[in-house]
């Protein structure tokens, strides 16, 4: 055995996978982040740094497209795994099993190797407008230029400058980003210019955050506060802080699992509405983290009081809407604060851009 | 060690080709970067001269200049990796014999000078002896005016803008 | 440089001893970030071996040439930096003005960072290679002064020179500010923990295989440097009781990594807007007051 195959088969031995949320598939992505993490194999932040791509719910047949492209741009060795929404905790290790020997599988990699290398990448003929969903590659959208690669045009800039306006499209597969959500932006510099944003469905609705009628009222808030953790993960993984981004999806699963210590969720809670570096970070971006962060605080507070009828949640009831005021980005029904998002971008720079579109909650 | 006319002779010729290559390459950011591969060896030229701190402060001084010039030259033209072939030779043949008549009056002026004979030994810091050649007695002066002027630069863009990129300036 | 001799065994210690310590700040960010579960020494073994192995995939239309400059001038910056850098009151090469050579290799990370930017001829890369420039100058102004206090301090710009001018008192209690400044602009110019910006779904998103390996080893290759460099800057070098000097050189240097490192993971990243000001208006000040503070001490 050569030394490159025994490399290979030692970093096997690691995966790095790349988790792609798709809508109506949060069961099957929260099992998926937390077998993940029992097993150590923490998730890259880039698509193209990751050797296990895990499609986690089944996506229409747009973001099937785009998970295809960026399939198409992981560099072997290579495992793409497609869980079904439903998949439960037992199936999903038993794909995370499998995927450690495919890896491992020398011959059959260096295969697939030759495979992806003879295609061009990115594919630069059909679809040159949706060819990198995951933002990379970008090129501008007249056509004409050397190799038929789009050359950008230019339009004035805010500041007077005349400036390359590049069109790219953010999403919908990308780290610490919601499920199926495609912006399409205009770009001066790093200054989004215009957004246009797009929710590509997946195959089955989402439920899996609802809490329906009937629900004991402690499984019904172990769910609720399991959402808000859900929510503060991507939007502390998006904040740059993935230490505390890993913590709030670790306090998520174990309240899921009713495995929770309930002074450990709320230390946590604490320790991230005291930072005043991420309160810094977030001037600017509507306050969601804080009103999730009491949310799930007073969802912890209500385990404890006896005797309520646990009522429905609703967005509109407590947390972003009644308190926030500037976060109108995250209330009402479901869909608004996509919708809204479009405007919010305008002007901000990209990295800002991610955080606004990580405090909106959809639910 | 390799021995230092030989290195000499492999930085100057490397210097020159830096020159060169920023008019043969097709993009701005290749001429870029041809430039400072040019700027560093003749940073190395007076390391190899044993003038330490000349040299040092050339090698830092041209990456900067050389990254802050990629900014201004490209700007934010977003046309990554030089997609469009751009010749950065304007007027070839004026350019070519100013260029040409240039480089052979500097050349003559190596041949034709009478250079003197070192008279006395190399200080013991060359560092400190050319700080005091230049600036004498004036130091704390000469420092004082270099802060000055570093904090007007400062102020006056702080004062010039009216807003920053991302926005209002705080 | 001056014509001292370099040692041949340089050649072969410098660069393992800069792997070994660019080893230890990617264990010590294994542990910070994903915490202390198992075989926290195999993970970064493990990826970079995935690296070293994996197929190199380029972007369309990329400019294979200064990408792959920019790829390696990261590490061979962090090697050059690292020659000047004393181990024990020994460096490779004995400069009379290392610190400003260490700065110039330091510097080398904006030509690193606009390359690798540029080079995969993709929007979100090319936005962090501009981003990390316009935030250099903020990093490297601050840096700059910090290193000319301990210049002053010193009266000297010989790193050994510096680490033995503090034989009665380290730099870092001397100067406090300057060491809080030189660990904040070190961390920032290595782009890493909160400074990280530029990295955030751009710089290096489109590299694989050895091209990503030597960028992010480089990364952390920059910091264990400029971690080293801390040592005869502000730490007295390797003087400490009982134990031989290289030693205590080697404690020093992984003990600043790992604070770097660990307080790194404990603040979210900084926005570059935000930082940006805030560089321009407190951290040059504060580091131009020092210096003012030390020159008239002095």
């Known amino acids: 055995m050569g030394v490159r195959a025994r490399l290979a088969r030692y970093a096997a031995g690691l995966p790095a996978p790349f988790v792609v949320a798709v809508p109506g598939g949060a069961r099957c992505r929260v099992a998926v982040e937390a077998e993940l993490r029992r097993r150590g194999w923490t998730p890259v932040a880039d698509p193209v740094a990751c050797d296990a791509l895990l499609v986690c719910g089944e996506p229409g047949d747009e973001l099937a497209a785009a998970v295809d492209a960026v399939w198409a741009g992981v560099p072997a060795p290579r495992v793409r795994v497609d869980l079904p ?279 | 060690m390799i021995p230092a006319t030989v290195l000499f002779w492999a930085l100057a010729v490397g210097a020159v080709a830096g020159g060169v290559a920023v008019f043969a390459v097709g993009s701005m950011a290749r001429a870029t970067f041809a430039l400072l591969a040019s700027f560093l060896c003749v940073g190395g030229e007076l390391l190899v001269l044993d003038l330490d701190y000349l040299g040092v402060l050339v090698v830092l001084m041209m990456i900067m200049e050389m990254l802050v010039m990629a900014v201004f030259m490209v700007m934010f033209m977003m ?44 200080p013991r810091d060359p560092t400190r002896a050319l700080g005091l050649a230049i600036m004498g007695p004036k130091m704390p002066v000469m420092m004082g005016i270099g802060l000055a002027i570093l904090a007007t630069m400062i102020a006056s863009v702080v004062l010039a803008t009216r807003r920053g990129r991302y926005g209002d300036a705080e | 440089m001056s014509g001292e001799r370099t040692p041949v065994w340089a050649v072969v210690a410098l660069p393992a001893a800069v792997g070994l310590l660019a080893y230890a700040v990617a264990v010590f960010d294994a542990v910070a970030v994903e915490g202390m579960r198992g075989r926290a020494f195999a993970r970064p073994l493990r990826r970079a071996a995935l690296l070293a192995v994996r197929q190199r995939r380029t972007t369309l239309a990329a400019d294979r040439l200064l990408l792959g400059a920019g790829v390696a001038v990261l590490p061979a910056a962090a090697l050059l930096a690292a020659l000047v850098v004393p181990v024990g009151g020994v460096p490779v090469v004995a400069s009379p003005v290392g610190i400003v050579w260490f700065n110039a290799a330091e510097v080398a990370t904006w030509a690193a960072a606009w390359l690798v930017g540029w080079g995969p001829n993709a929007a979100f890369s090319l936005v962090g290679g501009y981003r990390f420039l316009a935030q250099g100058l903020a990093y490297e102004l601050p840096h700059m002064f910090v290193l000319i206090t301990v210049a002053v301090g010193a009266g000297s710009l010989d790193l050994t020179a510096v680490a033995a001018a503090q034989r009665h008192l380290w730099f870092a209690v001397q100067m406090p500010v300057a060491f809080a400044l030189y660990l904040v602009s070190a961390s920032a110019l290595a782009f890493w923990g909160p400074f990280a910006h530029p990295l955030d779904g751009a710089l290096g998103a489109d590299l694989s295989g050895a091209d990503r390996l030597l960028f992010l080893g480089g990364r952390c290759a920059m910091l264990a440097v400029a971690g080293a460099a801390a040592v005869p800057l502000f730490l007295g070098g390797g003087a400490g009781p009982l134990l031989p000097a290289p030693v205590w050189s080697l404690v020093k240097t992984l003990a600043v990594l790992a604070a770097l490192v660990f307080a790194g993971a404990r603040v979210p990243r900084l926005r570059m807007d935000r930082f940006l000001a805030a560089a321009w208006t407190v951290l040059i000040p504060v580091a131009l007051l020092q210096l003012l503070v030390v020159a008239v001490t002095r």
Not at chain 1, 190 to 215: K, M, N, R, Y
Not at chain 1, 331 to 351: D, I, N, Y
């Open chain 1, 85 to 363: 929404s439903r998949a439960s905790a037992r199936e999903v290790a038993a794909a995370l099993d499998g995927l450690v020997p495919v890896l491992a599988d020398v011959p059959a990699q260096r295969a697939e190797a030759a495979r992806t290398a003879a295609k061009p990448w990115p594919p630069p003929a059909e679809h040159a407008e949706h060819d990198d969903e995951s933002g990379h590659g970008g090129g501008g959208m007249e056509m004409g230029g050397p190799g038929g690669v789009a050359l950008a045009s230019r339009a004035p800039d805010r500041d007077g400058l005349k400036l390359d306006v590049l069109h790219v499209p953010l999403g919908p597969v990308l780290a610490w980003w919601p499920a199926g959500l495609r912006v399409a932006v205009t770009l001066q510099g790093d200054v989004v210019q215009s957004a246009d944003v797009e929710l590509l469905p997946g195959a089955v609705a989402e439920t899996f955050w609802d809490v329906p009628a009937g629900t004991p009222r402690r499984a019904a808030a172990r769910r609720r506060a399991a959402a808000r953790l859900d929510a503060l993960a991507r939007f502390l993984g998006a904040a740059g802080w993935p230490a505390r981004a890993a913590e709030a999806a670790r306090h998520r699963d174990d309240l899921l699992a009713d495995a929770f210590r309930e002074a450990r969720v709320r230390r946590f809670a604490r320790s991230v509405r005291r930072s005043r570096t991420l309160r810094w970070m977030a001037r600017g971006v509507p306050p969601s983290y804080l009103a999730w962060l009491d949310d799930v605080e007073t969802t912890l507070a209500e385990l404890h009081e006896p005797g309520e009828d646990p009522a429905a949640w609703r967005n509109g009831e407590r947390g972003s809407c009644a308190r926030g005021g500037r976060d109108a980005a995250g209330c009402g029904e479901r869909g608004p604060g996509f919708r809204e998002l479009g405007e919010s971008l305008v002007g901000v720079e990209l990295g800002t851009a991610r955080l606004i579109v990580a405090s909106v909650d959809e639910r």
């Open chain 2, 79 to 122: 046309n990554p990796a030089g997609l469009m072939p751009m010749s950065m030779v304007h007027n070839r043949w004026g350019a070519l014999g100013i260029s040409g008549a240039v480089f052979a009056a500097l050349a003559a002026g190596i041949v034709l000078t009478p250079w003197p004979h070192r008279a006395g030994r190399p």
